[in-house]
Structure formats: C-alpha cells, structure tokens
C-alpha cells in the first residue's frame, strides 16, 4: 500500500477538490445563476448536469438513462481502480494518470449517486459560443486520460518478435 501512497492522496486531494467546489456553488450560486470571472472568456454558471461528462446525453431526462450512466460509470471505475493496481509502482506516469481519471470518476458518482444529477460549474466562452460546462472532476477525467493516450501511444512495445517469425 506504501508504493501507492501519494497517488491515493492525489485521489484524495482531487475527489476533496471536486467536492468543496460543489458544495460552494450550490451553496452561494442559485442554479443556472452566472458570475463573470474573466468578461467574454469564462463564467462561473451552476447547472445539474444528468448526463454524462461534458453533459452529453443530458437533455434525455430519463431515469434508465441515469441509471445507465452510473452503471456504466461505476464499471469504468472498476476497470480503472483494476489497472492501477495492476501497474507497477515504477510506472509513475501511468499510476497518476489512472488516478487522475480515478478521482474524476469517483468525484462525478458521488454526485450522481447522492444528488441524481451532477454539478457542473465552469462555463468558457468565446462571446456567445460556450464550451460545454464542465467541473474539476470532468477535468481530471480528461487530463488523466490524454495523458494515458499520450503515454501509451509514445511507449515502445514490449513484447518482442518470437524466434519463429522472421524480421526481415
């Protein structure tokens, strides 16, 4: 458990991150409010996002789909939490893009799992042309996972040719 130590805090430290900064938006922002932090550029706007990351799917409405998405978000959690413990603690690189992705993961299904829905705040624009809104663990999410795109596209295979193929 120690070679996993600092990842499990950056967990930790993000899933901690992701829910303080939700519980001040609903706290101090009425839903769909917005404030300028950066005119033209970025906004804080809360909104309940029942879909998925970046708000896909979230006009449906529906319970099943709900219901889906946090099956599907809790297997994917399970194969991610899998793998890092799979990988070895020499890996760093790819032990902190699994957490990364562990503590967007798990930060998005406490709020689907407690709320139903979850909250998403950070809206950037370029004047009336919005990004869709996002929070810290939707950014984890992403980080973690262009980094593990990044790592396992830059990384030379390590299985070599068996003796009976020929190499020409």
């Known amino acids: 458990m120690r070679k996993n130590g600092s990842f499990l805090v950056v967990v930790s430290v993000l899933v901690l991150l992701d829910q303080i900064s939700k519980w ?14 950066i ?20 006009q449906s409405g529906s319970r099943t789909v709900l219901l889906a998405l ?3 978000s809790f297997l994917a959690l399970g194969l991610v939490v899998y793998y890092f413990f ?3 603690a020499a890996d760093r690189g790819l032990k902190l893009a699994l957490s990364l992705i562990t ?5 998005n299904q406490i709020d689907r799992v407690a709320r139903g829905y979850v909250i998403d ?8 042309r919005h990004w869709p809104f996002f929070n810290i663990a939707d950014s984890a ?23 009976s193929e020929s190499v020409p």
Request: aromatic fraction near 10%.
């Open 24 to 37: 001040m938006v609903a706290r101090y922002l009425p839903l769909y409010a917005s404030r300028t932090v």
């Open 141 to 163: 999410i992403t980080i973690g996972a262009i980094s593990l795109l990044i790592l396992l596209l830059v990384r030379k295979p390590t299985c070599s040719p068996s003796s």
């Open 103 to 107: 503590a967007g993961a798990l930060g």
């Open 121 to 128: 705040f950070l809206d950037f624009h370029i004047k009336n």
């Open 86 to 88: 799979k990988t070895p």
């Open 70 to 72: 946090t099956a599907a």
């Open 39 to 58: 005119p033209g550029v970025f906004n804080l706007t809360h909104i309940h996002n029942k879909g998925a990351i970046f708000g896909f799917f979230s």
